[in-house]
């Protein structure tokens, strides 16, 4: 007889791979069999956030350790280790990251040769340099660049990426950047570079020729660099790019109408804009960038004023229908005010929306929600209300509006608000998860 105890173990690790979070050790508690099953899958993602550093203590009293001592101390289970991401360090004192976490990581990380992402967002990098070298299939690297010129050395050796993302990158690093890229130029396929005072049109001339098989850029908040000399280089030196992100600042000169910049990608698919200044130049220089993509699946609009309503004008060239050649499958309009009747003219020019990322207007939810109603392939809907934006506490979602929203709407499965996740797996069920704000 067959029981889920003498199940290949190969079946049960396919099985296992559905489940995640807190489930995956309930189950681990099961039986050894199962504890074997669910190894793989329970180390295979490593994770250390705010939660976790505030609970930190190295010997574990009165609150946790980390889950780098764990592999430190059960080397056996670092091959399993694919993805290490953290988010946050304890700290000791106010500028000093507790020392132990720092030796706990380093060793960690030195053992787990399988490695192939790997994300860093607090200052620490510096401590961890030594331990990441010679990981053979380490493909994503996101990290907090602020190295200095031999740092930045030691990071060059990482040849095997394919993704790369700079946050707040110092000139060592921006410097060394179009050397490194020498040698990841027959692998390199995404770039970010986020917060730099360095990056410029001529850094982007110089470093753009030497990665062909980019296919991702994204130069976010980098005040020297313009939006214009970001989209020169890029539809000169990486034509064949499909995702793009840049930012659109207050000292932008003043557009010329006979000389508006536009976006040349053929490829192109997912465009996202970070626009920094809130006036009517703004409006047509936005307008001047969308008004030629017509093959977009993707595009994210994120404002820096929170109160800011959608223009109008800008709101008209999105999709327009009578020259689209790919439809529109997921918008987001971040940190700005989308009144009801913008919602309804994009549910009318977007008739093939599967994502929505935009405020709910929890007060006027019934209104809303007709005017979502005829997007009949919407199956998610994202709240990116800021709960801080308001005076006074902001309405929440409740289970009525979650209901009522799901039988308007015929193929609505998903919707997140509040840092909760609603879902239906038929028209009368509803279930609520909630989420861990990461980072």
Known sequence: MVTADNLNLDVLELIFAFISGNDLVAISSVSKSFLAGVIPCLYATVSFTAKHAKRYRPEGLGGMISPFLTLRNHPDLAVHVRHIDIHCAPFIAVGQVHPKFLSETADALRICKNLTSFVCGPRILPALLGSLQGKERLQDLHIYAALTTTQGEMLQKITTLHSLTLDYPTWNVVDSLTRWARSLQLTLLHLTIFMSQEVNGIFLEALLPLLPRLRGLHVIGCPKALHTVVIKAATTHTPSLKEFSFTVFENTPSPNLFCLPAITLPSLRHLAIDVRPTSDVTAVTLASLLVSLT????????FADNQLPIWSSVIDLIAPPSAVTVPLKRLALMD?????????????????LEVLEVPLPIKEIQAFTTAISSLKELHTLIDVGDAHASHGPRATLARNDVRYMMQACANLKTIVSDGRMWTVSSRILLWCHPLEVMH
């Open 295 to 302: 093959s977009l699946s993707t595009l994210v609009l994120k």
């Open 336 to 352: 700005c005010a989308v009144s009801t009747d913008i919602v309804g003219k994009l549910s009318s020019r977007c008739k093939e």
